[in-house]
C-alpha cells in the first residue's frame, strides 16, 4: 500500500504526463503555500506582487450609446511565478475588469476609472459569470476596507434589482446581510 505522499507524487506525475505541464511546480506554488494573492491594474499594466503563476483573463470594456458596458476585448495573460508587472496588450476601455472569466484565484484590484465604470454600470455586464466576478472585487474591498460598508449597500441597492442571476442575488445579499450590515 502506497503512502499518502506516495499517493500524492503518483496523481501530480500522472496529471504532469497527461497535460504536458510542470504540475509538481504548480503543487509547490500552490498547495505547499499559504495566503493569496492580489492582482492589481497600474497604469495599463497588471500587477502581480506574489509568488504564484496565474493565466488570468482581463475584460476590456467599452461604453456603449446608452451609457452600459460592453466587452470588445479580453486578453488571456500568463503570469508565471515570480512575474511583477506585465503590460496589459489591449488599448484603453472604459473598465479592465481583472479575472473575467474567473480562471484563478487571487484578490483583485482594479484602476480607478475602472472602478468607476463599475459603480456606474455594474448592470450593463452582459455575462453574468463577468457581474459575479465584478461583485467579487466588490465584496473583497470591503472586506479589505477599501470601499465603505455604506458605499457598498448604495451599489447593491442601484444594480441588484437588474440583476437575472438567483445565484449572484442571494450571493450579494447574503453578503450585504451578514457580513455588510451584521458586521461593518
Given at each position: 500500500?502506497?503512502?499518502?505522499?506516495?499517493?500524492?507524487?503518483?496523481?501530480?506525475?500522472?496529471?504532469?504526463?497527461?497535460?504536458?505541464?510542470?504540475?509538481?511546480?504548480?503543487?509547490?506554488?500552490w498547495?505547499?503555500?499559504?495566503?493569496t494573492?492580489?492582482?492589481r491594474?497600474?497604469?495599463?499594466?497588471?500587477e502581480?506582487?506574489?509568488d504564484?503563476?496565474?493565466l488570468?483573463a482581463?475584460?476590456?470594456?467599452?461604453?456603449?450609446d446608452?451609457?452600459?458596458?460592453?466587452?470588445?476585448?479580453?486578453p488571456?495573460?500568463?503570469?508565471?511565478?515570480?512575474?511583477?508587472r506585465?503590460?496589459?496588450p489591449?488599448?484603453?476601455?472604459?473598465?479592465?475588469?481583472?479575472n473575467?472569466?474567473?480562471l484563478t484565484?487571487?484578490?483583485?484590484?482594479?484602476?480607478?476609472?475602472?472602478?468607476?465604470?463599475?459603480?456606474?454600470?455594474?448592470?450593463?455586464l452582459?455575462?453574468p459569470?463577468?457581474?459575479?466576478?465584478?461583485?467579487?472585487?466588490?465584496?473583497?474591498r470591503?472586506?479589505?476596507?477599501?470601499?465603505?460598508?455604506?458605499?457598498?449597500?448604495a451599489?447593491?441597492r442601484?444594480?441588484?434589482?437588474?440583476?437575472a442571476?438567483?445565484a449572484?442575488?442571494d450571493?450579494?445579499?447574503?453578503?450585504?446581510?451578514?457580513?455588510?450590515?451584521?458586521?461593518?
Open positions: 500500500e502506497l503512502s499518502e505522499r506516495a499517493r500524492a507524487r503518483s496523481l501530480l506525475d500522472a496529471l504532469a504526463e497527461a497535460s504536458g505541464r510542470d504540475v509538481h511546480a504548480w503543487a509547490r506554488s498547495l505547499r503555500t499559504t495566503g494573492d492580489t492582482l491594474i497600474v497604469d495599463g499594466a497588471l502581480h506582487p506574489g504564484r503563476p496565474h488570468v482581463v475584460g476590456g470594456y467599452d461604453r456603449t446608452d451609457g452600459g458596458l460592453v466587452r470588445t476585448s479580453m488571456l495573460v500568463e503570469l508565471p511565478e515570480g512575474t511583477q506585465v503590460p496589459l489591449s488599448g484603453p476601455h472604459a473598465l479592465l475588469l481583472v473575467d472569466d474567473d484565484f487571487a484578490l483583485t484590484r482594479l484602476d480607478p476609472a475602472s472602478d468607476a465604470a463599475l459603480a456606474e454600470s455594474l448592470a450593463s452582459e455575462r459569470l463577468s457581474r459575479a466576478v465584478a461583485w467579487t472585487h466588490l465584496r473583497n470591503v472586506r479589505d476596507a477599501d470601499l465603505a460598508p455604506l458605499e457598498h449597500l451599489l447593491v442601484r444594480h441588484l434589482p437588474h440583476e442571476s438567483t449572484i442575488v450571493g450579494v445579499l447574503g453578503f450585504a446581510r451578514r457580513a455588510v450590515v451584521d458586521r461593518y
